[in-house]
């Protein structure tokens, strides 16, 4: 099972940038598809970026396209989210995850366990 701990979120101005990182521990990272989910306050938690195993494929939520980017560093068992042009409606905590499946299904995968998660806020 991976263990994983979020962190990189904090409080940036509209069309700032921060990149989040998701640290995986266990011998399984390397060979999970892994996503980015994010939840603002009084929201559904919703699916933002996923990547597979190798990294050679990505997804995206219409809502995050052309500005976020997802990666990985198997080397490093950490996957990442950049995001660039934030916006207010970006606002949320968000969280990561994986599992053996394929990347193009994480958008509908559920989820028994999630981590803390990190805190974006951008303002105005």
């Known amino acids: 099972q991976v263990q994983l701990v979020e962190s990189g979120g904090g409080l940036v101005q509209a069309g700032g940038s921060l990149r989040l990182s998701c640290a995986a521990s266990?011998?399984?990272?390397?060979?999970?598809?892994m996503g980015w989910f994010r939840q603002a306050p009084g929201k559904e938690r919703e699916f933002v970026a996923a990547i597979s195993w190798s990294g050679s494929i990505t997804v995206y939520a219409d809502s995050v396209k052309g500005r976020f980017t997802i990666s990985r560093d198997n080397a490093k068992n950490t996957v990442y989210l950049q995001m660039n042009s934030l916006k207010p409606e970006d606002t949320a905590v968000y969280y990561c995850?994986?599992?053996?499946?394929?990347?193009?299904?994480?958008?509908?995968?559920?989820?028994?366990?999630w981590g803390q998660g990190t805190q974006v806020t951008v303002s105005s």
């Open positions: 266990g011998r399984t990272f390397s060979s999970y598809a």
């Open positions: 995850n994986g599992n053996s499946g394929y990347a193009r299904a994480m958008a509908t995968t559920k989820f028994g366990s």
